[in-house]
């Protein structure tokens, strides 16, 4: 079964507004949540990272806003821009397992200018 | 600084034939090596991954075995290809701890069987 799951799958903006990236999972034992942008042709490259000690985690126009409680995680773009343009990927690894990781199917982001 | 390389860069084999695909890290010593398979347009599922020479652990059977020959190196293979081997096929590696630990993908290689 799908252990990370990720909405929208598909999403388009414009230019200047902020896009917003939904993850969620169910296992209790997930304690590191990576996410990756992949340029189409392109292998994935880490963008940000948080872990269970933080509800929060900024660098530079992207966030990701953590709820615990709920297993919800979100991915914030500001001022979204042309080269935003990819798929990201929300992944999760499980506690104790070294850097196993499991990935969520992804979400095709296009920013219009 | 380390690198990543994969070799080769893309593959057309025919459904039945053998297959080796490769993975160095140069500049990191003893790394965490990882095999992952991306189908076109579909997420990232990680295959194997080795902590060390000589050990691989198996994540998903896809009829595909990988091998650690070396430290830097990481081999993933099979004897016969299925139609349903064709993707992108990437290796990453981190380093070996278990921290949080990111993960850093190499440049892949993409697989068309016919």
């Known amino acids: 079964q799908q252990q990370v799951r990720q909405s929208p799958q598909s999403l388009t903006v414009w230019e200047g507004e902020t896009t917003i990236l939904n993850c969620s999972y169910e296992d209790s034992t997930f304690d590191y949540f990576p996410w990756y942008r992949q340029f189409p042709g392109k292998s994935p490259a880490l963008l940000i990272a948080?872990?269970?000690?933080?509800n929060k985690k900024e660098d530079g126009r992207f966030t990701i806003f953590f709820n615990k409680r709920e297993k919800k995680l979100s991915l914030h773009i500001t001022d979204s821009q042309p080269g935003d343009s990819a798929t990201y990927f929300c992944?999760?690894?499980?506690?104790?397992?070294?850097?196993?990781?499991?990935f969520g199917k992804g979400a095709k982001l296009t920013v219009s200018p | 600084a380390q690198t990543i390389h994969q070799w080769p860069v893309a593959e057309i084999k025919a459904v039945g034939s053998p297959l080796s695909l490769g993975c160095t890290i140069k500049g990191k010593s003893s790394p965490n090596l990882y095999w992952y398979w991306q189908a076109t347009g579909g997420t990232l599922q990680q295959l194997f991954y080795s902590i060390t020479v000589g050990q691989v652990e198996s994540v998903v059977q896809l009829n595909l075995s990988a091998s650690r020959p070396k430290d830097d190196q990481f081999i993933l293979s099979t004897e016969k290809l299925l139609l349903s081997h064709s993707g992108f096929y990437l290796c990453?590696?981190?380093?070996?701890?278990?921290?949080?630990?990111?993960?850093?993908f190499g440049p892949g290689t993409r697989l068309t069987v016919l």
């Open positions: 990453a590696w981190s380093l070996r701890d278990w921290g949080f630990a990111e993960q850093f």
């Open positions: 948080i872990s269970l000690v933080s």
């Open positions: 992944a999760a690894r499980q506690q104790g397992t070294g850097s196993k990781l499991s």
